[in-house]
């Protein structure tokens, strides 16, 4: 678990070689995940805010000991510290 890796856009657990976006010269991105970063470019042009909407549904389905209400609340604490939304 300390080895894990997330996408510093939308907290993706990254592991296998295709979860990781890819660069302009399609090499990996280790980043970001293939859904938020592709081809050197963010895929989306998202708040930190919609992007936690966007992912509530995921975490909530993946974690089934989390309500959608919690899941949005670790990930407002979560999101600030990952490298897309530190505001410093
Ligand atoms: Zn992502």
């Known amino acids: ?12 657990p990254l592991g296998k070689d295709e ?14 995940c293939a859904y938020c970063y592709k081809d050197g470019e963010f895929t989306q042009d998202i708040t930190m805010e919609g992007m936690i909407e966007l992912c509530v549904p995921f975490m909530a ?3 089934k000991d989390m309500t959608a209400e919690m899941a949005r609340k670790s990930m407002r604490e979560w999101f600030p510290s990952l490298k ?3 505001t410093s």
Do not use: L, P
């Open 1 to 12: 678990m300390e080895n894990m890796i997330f996408c510093q856009s939308c907290g993706m």
């Open 19 to 32: 979860d990781f976006g890819t660069t302009v010269d399609g090499t990996k991105n280790k980043d970001y």
């Open 61 to 63: 389905e993946a974690r």
């Open 84 to 86: 897309s939304w530190k």
